[in-house]
């Protein structure tokens, strides 16, 4: 689904950098999320925001921060980067109807 | 707390054999259910949610609330069908996803 990007798609860093993963979407709704996607383990909620001035802790947000900039665009940065949050990492939207379109995903590498 | 718990990390069957996909969750309240599914270098989307009660590419997923399970089902499986495939539940918090189950599906 087109409507939902992100960038970059695919990242390399080093332990220590700080990386933003950028979220755009065009579907016109207010909620969106971030999760990471780990062998084994699924899809864990990092962060959520329900608007522009909502921002809430999911499963996982220590190491992690946010920023949502406008209704279509939400951030995720990684402050220092450190190897266990090498992973594939996933933004999604929703309406109040909660089903969740997903971007197609980031793959951070962090060495 | 909100729980999904997928039992099986693979299940191979043959084409044309029926499938289930397995999902027990934990919730005090009134969950929603749902099934995502990610195919080969494509993004997750969704497959179906309980409260729809439809049947998408021969998929049907009933809410047994008795046995908390919300189990994925297809009578006979198509190679298309090899996938991951998640549950994931929501109740007073976003949605909370299982570890998935990886479908292959043998010609």
């Known amino acids: 689904d087109a409507d939902v990007t992100q960038t970059p798609r695919n990242r390399i860093t080093k332990t220590g950098k700080r990386i933003m993963l950028e979220c755009s979407q065009t579907?016109?709704?207010?909620?969106m999320y971030w999760y990471r996607q780990d062998p084994g383990l699924g899809l864990r909620l990092i962060y959520y925001s329900f608007d522009v001035k909502d921002i809430n802790k999911g499963e996982i947000s220590d190491g992690y921060s946010v920023s949502r900039q406008a209704q279509a665009k939400f951030s995720l940065s990684l402050e220092s980067a450190i190897p266990n949050q090498t992973a594939l990492y996933f933004c999604a939207t929703s309406d109040f109807g909660d089903t969740q379109y997903f971007g197609p995903g980031t793959r951070l590498t962090v060495l | 707390a909100q729980r999904v718990t997928q039992p099986e990390k693979l299940l191979s069957v043959f084409k044309g054999a029926p499938v289930e996909l397995k999902c027990n969750y934990s919730?005090?309240?009134?969950?929603?259910l749902f099934w995502y599914v990610q195919y080969s270098r494509q993004r997750l989307q969704l497959l179906l949610r309980h409260i729809s009660r439809e049947s998408i590419k021969g998929f049907t997923a009933d809410l047994n609330k008795g046995e908390t399970s919300f189990h994925l089902k297809k009578p006979f499986a198509q190679e298309e069908d090899s996938a991951m495939y998640y549950c994931?539940?929501?109740?007073?918090?976003?949605?909370?996803f299982g570890k998935g189950t990886r479908l292959s599906v043998i010609a």
């Open positions: 579907k016109g709704h207010d909620r």
């Open positions: 919730y005090s309240g009134s969950p929603e």
């Open positions: 994931a539940l929501k109740g007073n918090t976003p949605l909370v």
